[in-house]
């Protein structure tokens, strides 16, 4: 069974620009969810959406979104990129009303 | 809010020692516990977990008990291996307007020397 798939694998960016980031969840998981590891930052929950709807929050400003689409894969976006936007940004799948959640290897952004 | 407390690290043990990683936890009600392991290079793996309290994970040699009287979920292991070297963290998901939010600790780097 194929797991939580992530593109692109490394993204380099300059300040000011967007950046999109790709998540496919394992077969049969409708949740997808977002979290930021940053150096020193530890592992920040982004996003939670379910069946198309945007579940939960954490906290993060509003240039940070996105969106999952009728076949449950998602996109991150994060428009006017900082500098302290670079991380490994890890995308998780779950079953629905599952609290495991199973992770993809991580997409790394640079912003320079 | 929630937060997850691991113990500092980095710790380094010869092959065939006893492990374990301290892990204490803060939460509104009673959260489903968590350990994962991440490999250089790849995502987070999940190693085991805890639902209700007295409960005991078990994986691959780890295990972990949670335990609601001291909030902990602390990992052991009898006997590491080199493989064995990764960041370990500990995480809490306790539901309600935290749902689907896992709270992480700061994670603890294992190295296991031959």
């Known amino acids: 069974e194929a797991g939580v798939t992530q593109s692109p694998t490394h993204l380099i960016k300059t300040r000011g620009q967007q950046a999109t980031l790709r998540c496919s969840p394992i077969?049969?998981?409708?949740?997808v969810y977002w979290y930021q590891q940053a150096l020193g930052l530890g592992l920040q929950f982004l996003l939670w959406?379910?069946?198309?709807?945007?579940?939960n929050r954490g906290n993060f400003p509003p240039r940070f979104s996105g969106r999952q689409f009728p076949n449950y894969s998602s996109e991150l976006n994060v428009n006017a990129l900082e500098l302290e936007d670079s991380a490994l940004y890890l995308c998780?799948?779950?079953?629905?009303?599952?609290?495991?959640?199973?992770f993809g290897p991580g997409t790394r952004l640079t912003v320079t | 809010g929630d937060s997850v407390t691991q113990m500092e690290g980095p710790v380094t043990l010869s092959e065939e020692a006893f492990l374990t990683i301290n892990c204490t936890y803060t939460?509104?009600?009673?959260?489903?516990l968590f350990w994962y392991v991440q490999y250089p290079g790849e995502g987070l793996q999940l190693l085991l977990k805890?639902?209700?309290?007295?409960d005991k994970g078990s994986n691959k040699g780890f295990e972990a008990t949670y335990r609601k009287e001291t909030t902990s979920f602390h990992l052991e292991k009898g006997s590491v291996q080199v493989s064995d070297s990764a960041v370990y963290f500990c995480?809490?998901?306790?539901?309600?307007?935290?749902?689907?939010?896992?709270?992480f600790g700061q994670g603890t780097i294992l190295t296991v020397h031959p």
């Open positions: 077969s049969g998981h409708t949740s």
């Open positions: 995480a809490s998901e306790t539901g309600g307007t935290s749902y689907g939010k896992l709270t």
């Open positions: 939460a509104t009600g009673y959260p489903s």
């Open positions: 959406y379910d069946e198309g709807e945007e579940r």
């Open positions: 998780a799948s779950s079953l629905p009303g599952f609290y495991e959640q199973y």
């Open positions: 805890a639902t209700k309290a007295d």
